[in-house]
C-alpha cells in the first residue's frame, strides 16, 4: 500500500539556517504530493503541492520538487524565520481513491531567534 | 463559516462511554473527511463523506466507530464503549472537490482522553 517517510525531528534551527526536511514515498502509480503545516494550536494547513514528475510546489519561501526518480519529495526553505516553528508533515493521494491522503508522522521544527 | 469548526475541542472520558464529535465544514464543501492523529503516529484515514453518494468507511478501525453527515453539512463521529486506545486527535477536512487537486481545510481537531 501507499507509504510516507519523513525524517524524525524534532529539528532545531537557528534563524536564517538552511532546512531541508526529507520525504519519500511508496505509491501506486502516479501520485500527488504534499506537504501540509501545523503551527502550534491550529488545524493542519496546505504548505504546497506538485501533481507530476519534475514538478516544483512553492509558497512562503518554501520549495519541494517531484522527484519520480529517487521517490522523494524534501521541503526545502533557505532562510527560515521563528515563525515557521511548526510541525510539517509529508502526505500523498493516488489510484482510484485520490481524496483520500496518506500522511508522513510529521516532523517538529523549532527555529530559535 | 470562515473555517472548519470542531467541537469539543477536547474531551476527557472514561472508558466505556460513548462520546460524539462534531464537525461543522466551510460552507459550500460537498466533500468531508475525517483522520486520526495518534501520539507519535502520522494522521490516519478514517472515513469519507462526497455530497449524497455512500460514505468511504474503509478507515473506521472498528464497529465500535461509526459518522453521520446530516443535511450534506454537518459530521458526526461516534465512538462507542470508548477506550484507552481511542485517544489522540480527531480531525476534520473539508474540500470544495473531490481530489488532490484542490487541498483540504482541515479543522484544528479535538483531542479525545480516554482515562
Known amino acids: 500500500g501507499d507509504s510516507v517517510t519523513q525524517m524524525e525531528g524534532p529539528v532545531t534551527l537557528s534563524e536564517e539556517a538552511f532546512l531541508t526536511i526529507n520525504c519519500t514515498y511508496t505509491?501506486?502509480?502516479?501520485?500527488?504530493l504534499f506537504w501540509y503545516v501545523q503551527y502550534p494550536g491550529e488545524g493542519l494547513q496546505l504548505l504546497l503541492k506538485?501533481?507530476?514528475?519534475?514538478d516544483k510546489g512553492s509558497n512562503k519561501g518554501f520549495e519541494a520538487t517531484y522527484r519520480k526518480e529517487t521517490t522523494s519529495f524534501h521541503l526545502e526553505k533557505g532562510s527560515v524565520q521563528v515563525s515557521d516553528s511548526a510541525v510539517y508533515f509529508c502526505?500523498?493521494?493516488?489510484?482510484?481513491?485520490?481524496?483520500?491522503?496518506?500522511f508522513g508522522k510529521g516532523t517538529l521544527l523549532t527555529v530559535n531567534p | 463559516g470562515a473555517g472548519v469548526s470542531q467541537s469539543p475541542s477536547n474531551k476527557v472520558t472514561e472508558k466505556g462511554k460513548d462520546v460524539e464529535l462534531r464537525c461543522d465544514p466551510i460552507?459550500?464543501?460537498?466533500?468531508l473527511y475525517w483522520y486520526r492523529q495518534s501520539l507519535g503516529q502520522g494522521l490516519e484515514f478514517l472515513i469519507y463523506?462526497?455530497?449524497?453518494?455512500?460514505?468511504?468507511k474503509s478507515g473506521l478501525p472498528s464497529d465500535r466507530f461509526s459518522a453521520e453527515r446530516t443535511g450534506g453539512s454537518v459530521s458526526t463521529l461516534t465512538i462507542q464503549r470508548t477506550q484507552q486506545e481511542d485517544s489522540a486527535v480527531y480531525l476534520c477536512?473539508?474540500?470544495?472537490?473531490?481530489?488532490?487537486?484542490?487541498?483540504?481545510?482541515f479543522g484544528s481537531g479535538t483531542r479525545l482522553t480516554v482515562v
Open positions: 477536512a473539508s474540500s470544495s472537490k473531490t481530489g488532490e487537486n484542490y487541498g483540504y481545510t
Open positions: 505509491a501506486t502509480g502516479y501520485p500527488s
Open positions: 506538485a501533481t507530476k514528475a519534475d
Open positions: 502526505a500523498l493521494s493516488s489510484g482510484g481513491s485520490n481524496y483520500k491522503l496518506t
Open positions: 460552507s459550500g464543501h460537498t466533500a
Open positions: 463523506f462526497q455530497g449524497n453518494s455512500a460514505p468511504d
